[in-house]
């Protein structure tokens, strides 16, 4: 089992760095960026307050760029612990909710973003372990908070073993403890050319001297282990 799911991390490794940016972020559910800030905070800490704290880091991030002349959007993504139910099928998995940028700003295999406080879109996976399909409902359950949500589309993730949901941020899951923060994304106005996202790059590491500065594939390995 080592010796398979090692394989299947170098084959991953190997994709990750013969597509270009704007495939790497989709092929893990996450919206295209340019660049990945991780600031050198106790996650751990933080996590129970991710509103809080990634509103707060978002704000410095832009306010930082826009006083040295650089138009971009800052985002983040945050994954939450829940389970979804439908009749007697039943799966815990991840959630995600952006910050900073909508539900309809990610990409979707079918269907439609789930814009709606009321509404999720599924991976392929998970909706095929619950029997369901776009139209019918879910049941999406955080401890002994549950609710009913709308499955209105579809999206892909390399991450959990393809199994997934997201929400937008006007949805309850707010309120809940953040599992995971997925660092704070940076998608340039002016869509730089390669050897202009370098000289970004660099730049961004200047202003930022607290935080490990990403590109696509770099931010990418990270999440995979390579």
């Given at each position: 089992a080592f010796t398979v799911c090692l394989l299947l991390v170098l084959v991953l490794a190997d994709t990750v760095n013969t597509m270009g940016s704007g495939s790497v972020f989709t092929m893990f559910g996450l919206k295209q960026s340019d660049a990945v800030l991780m600031p050198e905070y106790n996650q751990e800490e933080i996590l129970s307050a991710f509103d809080d704290t990634a509103a707060y880091y978002l704000g410095e991030i832009g306010e930082k760029l826009r006083e040295n002349g650089i138009s971009a959007q800052?985002?983040?993504?945050?994954g939450y612990s829940g389970r979804l139910v439908?009749?007697?099928r039943s799966t815990d998995l991840t959630v995600m909710a952006g910050c900073g940028a909508?539900?309809?700003e990610y990409?979707?295999?079918?269907?439609?973003?789930?814009?709606?406080?009321?509404?999720i879109a599924l991976t392929r996976q998970t909706a095929e372990l619950l029997d369901v399909s776009i139209g019918d409902t879910v049941t999406l359950c955080f401890g002994m908070e549950k609710k009913e949500y709308?499955?209105?589309?579809?999206?892909?993730?390399?991450?959990?073993?393809?199994?997934g949901a997201r929400v937008s941020r006007s949805a309850f899951i707010s309120e809940q403890p953040c599992l995971s923060i997925f660092g704070y994304q940076i998608l340039f106005d002016d869509a730089p050319s390669e050897r202009e996202l370098d000289g970004e790059l660099d730049r961004l590491r200047e202003l930022f001297p607290d935080c490990k500065v990403y590109d696509a594939v770099g931010f990418i390995e990270t999440l995979i282990g390579d």
């Open positions: 800052v985002f983040s993504d945050c439908k009749g007697s909508a539900a309809d990409t979707y295999l079918e269907g439609s973003a789930p814009t709606g406080e009321n509404e709308l499955l209105t589309g579809y999206f892909q993730t390399m991450m959990n073993m393809g199994s």
